[in-house]
């Protein structure tokens, strides 16, 4: 199947390794957009030594690997970080193939937009909660770390909703630290997609000490549930009791992976994003004013924050939206081309591999008005509309798009207006942190906050 929109053949710009290097060494993501920027319509192909993937930015392009072509796109097989990703996944909803249609077919129900809504009041209370902890650093002076309290707040509410309370929160919160692990063991991995799994790297040691550390905590409660069967519709419950094409309970390791990428799905993306909106409100007082009025005007002091409620933060939403526009969880989507393609003219042959990146795609500067600014206003209702749907795409796009993204809508904005409408904040350490290329964009450096109580519920 090839791309008919440009009949005509065109080789990609070549972005050769003399003139690249120095750059992608010294601001990666700064220098693939600028490649992307410079080439209008056209695949970059980044000559990078023993290997050439093929940088895919424009939208419509995107398009054609993630939607009207995917099947020759997969992401199974050795390319870049799949690979490791599957070391940590196994076969489940982050592969590719019949498993990963079998492992949809038994999550999707988990995340449809009525359960989620339907688990809005349970998710606030738990977030509400999990953010009551936070009052005694608050009051003691004691600094706490932005991404390590984030991840401890998702634990609580969605062990709650998804998995029936069956992970202690303690151990939910190591979990989430070991993904983490995971994903900067992985860089290394990322920068050499050459090298063979048999030559040792930096991050190799890390990475499957994390792997196992996970399975130490999950193992242990996927074989005491599939022993009990309970009954229950948690996620853990219905996985114990999932059966196979072939009618058979699913072996202790495809449950171990379900959920393995089912706790990565509900934590991973919500916790690395939000890490970076507290440095950010701090380089944007009339945003953070903005916001602190809106969350101020909508939620009482102490409220847990109803459906209602959440329907009003019209300015909350838009400053995720443009938070996951400028820092993308999932900033590097690889794929393998199976068959030969034609993408906006350009061949692309069997092996190929193509690699898409929301965060460059974000930020071309012929899609998006001042790209490196940060405004909400983007995505305000009046806004006008994007030029191409896949100009914006933070959850990918096509049979794989994220199956959490519509939990993310509506968790992030709970616990963004649950915090602030609580306390406010100021950086321990002033500045925007570096952005760190692993699995997953994160800041590289820890994020220290100093709270102060900022509203107290009036007394009865």
Not at 19 to 45: C, E, F, K, N, W
Not at 180 to 201: H, I, N, S, W
Not at 365 to 378: H, L, S, T, Y
Not at 387 to 392: D, F, G, V
Request: proline share 8%.
């Amino acid at each position: 199947m090839t791309d008919s929109t440009i009949p005509a053949r065109r080789a990609p710009h070549v972005a050769t390794l003399r003139r690249t290097l120095p750059g992608l060494l010294r601001d990666p993501l700064g220098t693939l957009v600028g490649l992307a920027d410079a080439s209008p319509g056209q695949i970059v192909q980044l000559n990078l030594g023993t290997i050439r993937p093929y940088l895919v930015a424009e939208p419509a392009h995107v398009q054609h690997v993630l939607r009207d072509n995917a099947a020759n796109y997969t992401r199974a097989g050795d390319s870049m970080m799949w690979k490791s990703v599957k070391k940590l996944a196994g076969d489940g909803i982050l592969s590719e193939g019949p498993h990963w249609e079998a492992s949809r077919r038994r999550l999707q129900p988990h995340f449809t937009a009525k359960r989620i809504d339907a688990a809005v009041d349970d998710l606030s209370r738990a977030i509400s909660d999990a953010v009551d902890e936070l009052a005694v650093p608050a009051r003691d002076g004691v600094p706490v770390d932005a991404a390590s309290e984030i991840s401890r707040i998702i634990c609580k509410a969605v062990i709650r909703v998804f998995f029936g309370d069956k992970i202690p929160v303690a151990d939910g919160v190591r979990v989430v630290a070991e993904q983490d692990t995971v994903a900067t063991a992985l860089r290394f991995r990322l920068l050499t997609p050459f090298m063979p799994d048999a030559v040792p790297m930096p991050g190799d040691r890390a990475f499957r000490r994390a792997v196992q550390n996970i399975d130490d905590i999950l193992l242990p409660l996927v074989r005491a549930e599939r022993a009990r069967d309970d009954g229950g519709d948690d996620i853990v419950a219905s996985l114990a009791r999932a059966r196979d094409a072939q009618g058979h309970k699913l072996d202790e390791q495809r449950v171990r992976d379900d959920l393995v990428s089912m706790f990565a799905t509900t934590t991973e993306t919500t916790y690395v994003v939000l890490t970076w909106l507290f440095p950010l409100l701090e380089q944007l007082p009339d945003v953070a004013a903005r916001l602190y009025e809106e969350i101020d005007r909508v939620v009482g002091p102490g409220e847990v924050i109803s459906r209602e409620q959440l329907g009003e933060l019209r300015y909350t939403r838009m400053v995720l939206d443009e938070l996951v526009r400028a820092y993308p969880s999932g900033w590097l989507v690889p794929r393998t081309a199976i068959a030969d393609d034609v993408i906006g003219g350009t061949q692309i042959k069997a092996g190929g591999t193509i690699v898409l990146s929301p965060y460059v795609t974000q930020r071309l500067a012929r899609f998006w008005d001042r790209p490196a600014v940060f405004d909400p206003e983007r995505f305000a209702p009046g806004a006008p509309k994007r030029a191409h749907r896949y100009a914006y795409y933070p959850f990918g796009g096509g049979a794989h798009q994220c199956i959490g993204q519509y939990l993310f809508q509506l968790e992030a904005p709970l616990i963004v207006a649950t915090l602030l409408s609580r306390f406010r904040y100021r950086l321990c350490t002033p500045g925007m942190p570096t952005p760190q290329l692993a699995a997953s964009l994160r800041p590289k450096e820890r994020v220290p906050l100093l709270l102060t109580p900022h509203r107290q519920p009036a007394l009865a």
